[in-house]
């Protein structure tokens, strides 16, 4: 019997993965400590007395700014996003306390909807007379997204209608408001995300008029006339300097099969391409698709920082030039990284590539994992690659969107590891867990057992149970060199057996199966494109998928100073009293002596380098201990000196 190959693999749901060891630990952390910070720190911030309507009006919190609005604006969004934390924490483990927070905040949402369905708390308790004014920089539809994905995520863990029903009558008004019908606004989001939530919202009902809302948005950004240009002429704005002044900021200034280049603001593109992935998947839309593999190349080629990071200017929250990856500077938000991750995980519907998968890995362990201390309690916005001390993780923020994003995204890590089609499953990330599906007309249970990321052996368990053949993808890194495999104790061509970077194996599987994959976690020294000016001269540290950084916590020297030979020798050993468990690397290197320079700052004669010894640690485990320089791009030897 053969079997048929499909295109389209979705994630699991959360109840039918479980997870442990380093994944584990970081959802115990959201658990104990992000998840209770972000609803205390939230109040704290007034983001109730602005959304509870039986209080009084509250004052201002955060100023208007020069682009017209304040950051009280989005604070729906941050409520959804840690609703759905709350969602994914009780689908695994029913919670009376935590069901009870969240049903009483659904409570506050109810009597705060409108009669028509509006639900918004800026625009209904703070500036009533303004909804729908400006969708260019206001974020409604955004906060929408956000509250959407939210309902949907507690009605999945819980099965309470109430949330899901409000948002729905939400989105009933929303759909009623725009499109191209007669009387309809033919506007669409200023901040990409409504686009996904109602692909979630869609998959959940099947009811076709969500996937139809979901591909106006996507269908009508950048058309002509601008709509974002005849809404400002609508309220007599005569001149904007703002940053949506320049359409590539939001992504509107060309209809979305034109574009080629990711541009603007990060994450506002990530949401927008994996919504456009999201429909291109459900629709068969082929044209969705090549944009979407267009932008791909741009951002992996051209525009992705070593941490899977994405975005270098501040000023913009996004994307600069070609080639721009300033080191001290980065913005890299968290949230960017996050949007990838996201992104990524979409173009793996259309079937195993380590093209995609990769690179969410290497997102997800650097540039997200990152943005949150070992202890779930502080948050990076901003992500450098290099801190000459004065970088730090902070309680909150005026905008703080990063923290309830790491905390949906940590909790809900279960769904990421694999993509399940009608007879074929895919492992895209290396995890201790188990896995429960129905595929090919039974159950198979995978279960992985690990200690990914330290350790590279893998032994994936298969439990059968009346399932006919089906193929099991499992990923082997475009970064291994070495892979091997052993199914049964029976070595396996791995060359002979790789598709798109799997390892595909198709077969009757029986209860028992064990599939062992050993994948080299060699220590490997990268060197940056030469057109990237910043890196010129420089190296990085890696081991499998994570980045390392150097700091003067383990380094008592000015780490600029360091000259790493090409050529030395890394061990790599893990330390189970550091950082709670890390794999660290040790290299002899050089350092760019001081001692015979007096107060000279200039001289023709280079230094003298002498040796010293250098330990570095996962990226996204520093500025956990006490404060000093960190740097990734460390000088080699011979550039320079």
């Not at 209608?161 to 506007?187: C, K, P, S, W």
């Not at 992985?448 to 890194?477: C, H, K, M």
């Amino acid at each position: 019997m053969s079997v048929s190959e499909k295109t389209t693999y979705r994630p699991p749901s959360l109840p039918q993965i479980s997870v442990g060891g380093f994944w584990r630990t970081r959802i115990a952390a959201v658990r104990d400590h992000t998840a209770p910070v972000l609803y205390e720190r939230a109040i704290e911030a007034g983001t109730l007395d602005q959304v509870d309507v039986d209080r009084p009006v509250p004052d201002l919190r955060i100023p208007i700014g020069p682009w017209g609005g304040t950051q009280q604006m989005f604070w729906d969004s941050d409520l959804g996003k840690i609703i759905e934390t709350y969602a994914y924490l009780v689908s695994e483990k029913r919670d009376p306390e935590i069901e009870e927070r969240v049903d009483y905040l659904v409570g506050l949402l109810k009597k705060l909807q409108q009669p028509d369905g509006y639900l918004n708390s800026w625009f209904t308790h703070m500036e009533p007379g303004k909804r729908w004014t400006n969708l260019r920089d206001w974020h409604e539809l955004y906060n929408a997204g956000h509250l959407l994905e939210g309902a949907v995520a507690y009605y999945q863990a819980t099965g309470k209608r109430d949330f899901l029903d409000i948002m729905e009558r939400y989105v009933d008004h929303i759909a009623e408001r725009f499109g191209t019908g007669d009387g309809q606004t033919r506007g669409y989001p200023g901040h990409e995300e409504l686009e996904l939530a109602l692909m979630s919202l869609y998959r959940l009902t099947g009811d076709r008029k969500r996937l139809d809302l979901a591909s106006y948005f996507i269908d009508e950004r950048g058309r002509r006339p601008h709509f974002f240009e005849a809404e400002a002429a609508a309220r007599g704005e005569t001149s904007y300097d703002g940053p949506g002044a320049n359409h590539e900021y939001n992504h509107s200034h060309k209809p979305v099969r034109e574009q080629d280049k990711v541009v603007g603001h990060a994450v506002r593109a990530m949401y927008l391409y994996s919504g456009m992935a999201d429909v291109a998947m459900e629709t068969g839309d082929d044209s969705l698709r090549q944009a979407l593999d267009r932008l791909w190349d741009d951002l992996t080629s051209k525009r992705l920082y070593i941490t899977g990071g994405i975005g270098p200017s501040k000023e913009n929250e996004g994307f600069t030039a070609d080639y721009d990856f300033p080191n001290e500077t980065a913005y890299a938000e968290t949230c960017a990284a996050i949007g990838l991750v996201f992104w990524a995980r979409r173009m793996l519907g259309f079937g195993p590539n380590t093209r995609y998968a990769d690179v969410m890995e290497q997102a997800l362990y650097n540039g997200v994992l990152s943005g949150m201390s070992l202890d779930g309690t502080k948050f990076f916005y901003e992500n450098p690659l290099e801190s000459r001390g004065n970088h730090h993780r902070w309680k909150w923020h005026a905008c703080p969107c990063c923290p309830p994003n790491l905390a949906r995204l940590t909790a809900s890590i279960g769904t990421y590891i694999y993509g399940q089609a009608e007879d074929a499953i895919a492992v895209h990330l290396y995890a201790e867990s188990a896995g429960r599906f129905d595929i090919a007309g039974g159950k198979v249970v995978l279960t992985q057992a690990t200690r990914y990321p330290w350790d590279g052996t893998v032994e994936i368990r298969v439990g059968v149970d009346n399932a006919g053949p089906f193929t099991l993808s499992a990923r082997i890194p475009g970064w291994s060199r070495g892979a091997t495999a052993r199914l049964n104790g029976e070595t396996v061509d791995v060359d002979a057996n790789v598709k798109n970077g799997y390892l595909a194996l198709t077969r009757q599987w029986r209860d028992g199966d064990v599939l062992v994959l050993h994948i080299p976690l060699e220590p490997r020294i990268l060197w940056a494109h030469p057109e990237i000016r910043q890196d010129a001269g420089r190296v990085a540290l890696a081991r499998g998928p994570l980045l390392y950084c150097l700091e003067t916590a383990d380094n008592p020297f000015s780490l600029n100073r360091v000259r790493l030979r090409p050529d030395t020798v890394i061990a790599s050993e893990f330390r189970q009293d550091m950082l709670g468990g890390v794999t660290v690397l040790k290299a002899n290197a050089g350092l760019a002596a001081t001692d015979d320079w007096g107060t000279t700052l200039y001289r023709e004669k280079a230094p003298i380098v002498v040796d010293a010894t250098i330990t570095a640690i996962p990226y996204f485990a520093w500025d956990n201990r006490r404060g000093g320089e960190m740097l990734v791009w460390l000088p080699a030897a011979g550039a320079g000196t």
